[in-house]
Every structure is written in C-alpha cells, then in structure tokens.
C-alpha cells in the first residue's frame, strides 16, 4: 500500500492513514512532529496527558526542575525561538520548562496534528503492505509507513510494591505523577521513600510545609549543590553572543553540554593540594562540574575514591549531626556510577529539627500500615507518603505497548536479555520503527534536548532520503545490531557505571535484565558516528525498494 502524504481517514474502514506515526508529546515528539511536517509528510502525535510537555508535564513534584543550566537545555532547532524565549532561571523549574514547551507547541502549530489523552495500545508491522498497523486505547485504527516511539527514558514510574501500602488510609503521591493542582502539605507529617533526585529536590520543599519529614533512605546518593538562582542578564547575553560556537561544543561534547568535557588533568597525577582546588572550585560552580573534574573520575577506582572522598567532607561539613551525616554519606558503590543528583538545600534540609533520616539498611521497611510506615524498628505516623522511587527506565514505556515486528516477533520476546538496538535507533525485525534516544543511545548520560534533536535530525534525513529515492523499508542487519550491543557492553565494562546498582541497569525494578542501557562514549563521538554510518549508504542496515 501507498501511503500518500495526504491524510485519509477511510470511512469504511474508519483507519486514520498516516505517513508517521509518533508515540509521545514530549521534546522528542513535539520536534519529530515540526521536522516530518517540513518534509511534507502526514505525521501525527499521540498522547497519554492532555498536553504537551512529556517528563515535564508529569513531573509536576515540587522543587523539579532541570539540572542542566537553562539556556544549554533548551532547543537549538530555531535561532529565532532561542532568542525570543528568556530564561528566568540558571537552572529553570518545571513550571517554566513546560511554559517554554507550551510556547513552542503554539510557536510552531503543533498542536494541530497532535491527539491527547490517548495511549497507543498496540503497534503491528503488516509485511503483506509494510505499513505499521497501531490501535490506540480510544479504538482507533491507525496504519502508517513509519512508527516512531518518542516515548521518552524515565516516562513510566516504578510502581510501588510495599507490603500493607493498600491499607494507608491517607494520600499518596508518585513524584512522577504529580497532582496538577499541586499539594499543600502545611502541617501535615509527610513521609518520602526514596533519595534519588526526585526525592532530593522535593524534600526540601517539602520541608518547608510539613511539620515533620521522615526521608526513608534505602542507598545514599550523592549530590552536588546547583546553586542555582536568577540567570544574569549578561550570561544570556553573552550565550546568544557565541550563540553558533555553543551549540557547535554542545554537538561535540561528553554529555552534550558544555562543562561536560572532563578537564585535562587525571586526579591521580594531580598533588593533594591542587586537587582539592580543582575540586572546591568545581564545587562552587555547582552543577554536573565535579564529576568531569578530572578525566580518570569515572574509570579509575583510586581517582573515583578521591572525588568520593571530597564529597564525603562535604556531607559532613554541612550536616551538623554526625550521625545523620554519616548515613547521608554513599559507601559501597563509586561517585557518579548512580546518577548523581543536583540540589537546592538537600543535605542543608537534616539541620531542621523536623526532618528525620531514616536508615532502610540498618532498619528495613516492613510494612505500611493504616497510619504510616514500620520499619524493623519503629512506626512512623503520618498524614501523607510520597513514593520518590523513580522509573522503569529506558524500556518501560515501550514495554507497555504490544509491539510485533515481521513474522510476529515481538518486542518483549526480541528484549528478553535485555534491550537490543542497533544504534539507539533501530530494531532488528522491525522495519521503520524508530525509537528517539533509544537503549545504545547516550540519551540519560547527556542532555536529553541534544541528544534528542540529533536523532530527530538523522532520523528525518534518513526518511527524506528513503522519500526521495524510493525506498520503502529499512531496519538494521542482525549481524551490526550485535556488534553495537557488544560494542556499547563492552566500553560501559571499561568504566566504573557498572559497578553500582543503579536504574542505568534496571537493577531497581525487579526481574529486568541486568544491562548497561545508555551507551557511554560520549555524544560527540556517538554523533561523527552516526553521521559516517549515514555518509556510508545507512552502513549496516538494509534497505529496501517498494
Ligand atoms: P531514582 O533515582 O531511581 O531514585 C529512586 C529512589 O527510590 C532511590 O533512592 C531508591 O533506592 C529508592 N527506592 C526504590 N524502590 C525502593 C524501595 N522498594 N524501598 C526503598 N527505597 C526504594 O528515581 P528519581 O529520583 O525519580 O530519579 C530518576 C532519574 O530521573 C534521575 O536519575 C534523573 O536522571 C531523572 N531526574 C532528573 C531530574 C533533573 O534533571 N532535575 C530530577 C528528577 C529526576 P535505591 O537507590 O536503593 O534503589
């Protein structure tokens, strides 16, 4: 079947016929969406929320907000966007992120082919007409040339699993599934599971409400101030000055953001004194700075234990009683191998006589009751839990979708050892399904707005070049998808990541393969790469004419 650039929507079939199909009105989906149209091709965007905005539209907990400084996390796409839209922020919080994605929804028309308050529910590829056959929750039928999963990293929560959690007779809050009308917790004794980033920007906030805090922490992180506050009128300014030359860095960068490049120096080889400066200046940049410190932090244990050890101090200079201090230190696992957090107050928060630390490892949680939680040693009342437990990352979201490619394979039976790509982009088995910052992707190691246009870009010069040329399917050779699943297992090994239990694994939700998802060579090295594989006729995938 033809699938013309024209929408038809059948009326005997009642099937919307599409020339792409795109799962998620996130960053990803709302640029996917802007390019594809530009290609003259129908695209449209389904969505579970009632608006745009992805991660930001759910994570609506408060204190979220960015980690990246502002004007680095935001779309390059469009000069003239950049320059109209002024953070207020260094490090912008979610309101105003989704006010930005908001803006640009309505800058670019967007909404007009975007459909809410819809799943997709299941996605077949039909090889008698190479289209993808999806059905969205709503029963409508939907056949469309390419499929493409925007479906975002850290986009469908872990669920809660605790023993006797039914019974608490009082609310409780996901920090992935915020309440739009936000919480008032004035007075009220909160309790918060968890201490990833998502607990350690919201305890604060929190704290400033609730009458008691009780932080029930199962592994310590660690986390470095943002310091963040009003963005100075000439740091935009001077960004928007070497707007081209910024952008141009983020594109060759480790992570996709500027400070991202580790300093020449290895720790190591760095005198004690000199260290600890490079270290206390990083400090008070604030941000992700520490971890690229020093270039051996992330794959040498002795350098690893020196950053470690700095951080330690830190912990227990700021925390004023030394036991709480010492829980709050992370032991066990090396700095940055969990993803490490940037806060506003966090560790500042335990000085308040109402905010209590409570040790899951020496105290296990045993269960929720009608009135609280009961660790091994003590019950806890409150008024209101918050489960801070993060994401089933990277393949939840698409796990959620029966998705079959040729002969009926199915994607949960293809990712059984764990996800399998061919660069982050393509399946083997499924032909023109697309997954935007996919597992083998730097996606959740870089910033996701860099990391996201450059699959969108190659994504939309791949499908303007099967266009022009008439190629009607493509998806990757078995033989390139395994040796970029080796390729990315294997210099994730060279690393320290894989030496902690953390959601990069899926070791937080039980049962899910033990595998280093993100791929770690940096978004710079990852970019020339795809680019060459483009440059090279699509190396390693095979095409094919209608
Ligand atoms: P997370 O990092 O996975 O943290 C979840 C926390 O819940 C961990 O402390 C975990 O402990 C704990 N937990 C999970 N199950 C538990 C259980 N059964 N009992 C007790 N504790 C349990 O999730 P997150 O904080 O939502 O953050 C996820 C990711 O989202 C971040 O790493 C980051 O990439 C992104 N994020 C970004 C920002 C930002 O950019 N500003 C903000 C928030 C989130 P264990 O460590 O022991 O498993």
């Not at 690893?304 to 010492?326: G, L, Q, S």
């Amino acid at each position: 079947m033809t699938v013309t650039s024209t929408q038809a929507r059948s009326a005997e079939t009642a099937t919307t016929v599409l020339d792409a199909v795109i799962i998620g009105a996130g960053i990803s989906g709302m640029y996917m969406l802007h390019r594809l149209r530009a290609l003259g091709l129908k695209a449209r965007v389904y969505e579970a929320g009632t608006d745009v905005g992805g991660t930001w539209y759910w994570n609506r907990y408060p204190g979220a907000r960015v980690d990246i400084e502002s004007q680095e996390y935001s779309y390059s796409f469009s000069e003239e966007l950049e320059r109209e839209w002024k953070w207020s922020e260094r490090y912008a919080a979610q309101p105003e992120i989704l006010r930005y994605l908001n803006h640009v929804a309505e800058r670019f028309d967007l909404r007009r082919d975007m459909v809410f308050n819809t799943r997709i529910a299941s996605a077949h590829f039909d090889e008698a007409s190479n289209t993808w056959q999806v059905a969205t929750d709503t029963g409508e039928q939907i056949t469309a040339r390419f499929c493409i999963a925007a479906t975002g990293c850290l986009s469908v929560p872990n669920e809660p699993r605790f023993e006797g959690q039914d019974r608490f007779t009082g609310p409780t809050y996901h920090t992935g599934r915020w309440p739009h009308e936000g919480v008032d917790f004035t007075g009220k004794r909160v309790a918060v599971i968890g201490t990833g980033s998502s607990a350690i920007q919201s305890i604060p906030q929190i704290a400033q409400q609730a009458s008691e805090v009780y932080v029930f922490q199962r592994t310590p992180n660690y986390s470095v101030p943002a310091h963040n506050g009003p963005i100075n009128p000439a740091v935009t300014e001077g960004w928007l000055a070497s707007r081209e030359e910024n952008r141009q860095l983020q594109k060759v960068s480790r992570a996709g953001f500027i400070f991202s490049n580790p300093g020449g120096l290895l720790a190591t080889q760095t005198g004690d004194n000199e260290r600890r400066e490079v270290f206390e200046s990083r400090w008070a940049q604030g941000g992700f700075s520490v971890q690229s410190a020093f270039a051996d932090i992330g794959v040498d244990p002795v350098a690893n234990a020196m950053a470690a050890e700095f951080a330690a101090d830190k912990i227990r200079e700021i925390v004023k009683d030394p036991e709480t201090a010492e829980k709050l230190v992370p032991k066990g696992y090396p700095f940055g191998a969990k993803r490490l957090c940037v806060d506003t107050g966090y560790y500042e928060v335990f000085n308040q006589d109402h905010v209590h630390l409570i040790d899951l490892r020496e105290t296990p949680l045993t269960t929720i009751t009608e009135t609280g939680v009961e660790t091994t040693e003590a019950g806890f009342e409150v008024d209101a839990i918050v489960f801070a437990i993060g994401f089933d990352a990277m393949t939840g979201a698409l796990s959620k979708i029966d998705i079959t490619g040729r002969e009926g394979l199915s994607l949960t039976q293809a990712w059984a050892e764990g996800p399998k790509t061919y660069l982050g982009l393509m399946i083997t088995g499924f032909p023109n399904f697309f997954t935007i910052t996919g597992p083998g992707s730097p996606s959740v190691l870089s910033n996701m707005i860099v990391s996201i246009e450059q699959h969108v870009d190659w994504l939309t010069d791949l499908i303007g070049y099967m266009t022009g040329v008439g190629i009607a399917l493509i998806e990757p050779t078995l033989e390139s998808q395994n040796a970029w699943v080796d390729h990315v297992n294997e210099i994730a090994g060279h690393t320290l990541y894989t030496q902690a239990n953390s959601w990069y694994l899926g070791a937080n939700i039980p049962g899910k393969p033990r595998v280093f998802m993100p791929y770690i060579g940096g978004v710079g090295a990852y970019r020339e790469l795809c680019t060459a594989v483009a440059a090279n006729g699509y190396m390693g995938f095979k095409l094919r004419r209608a």
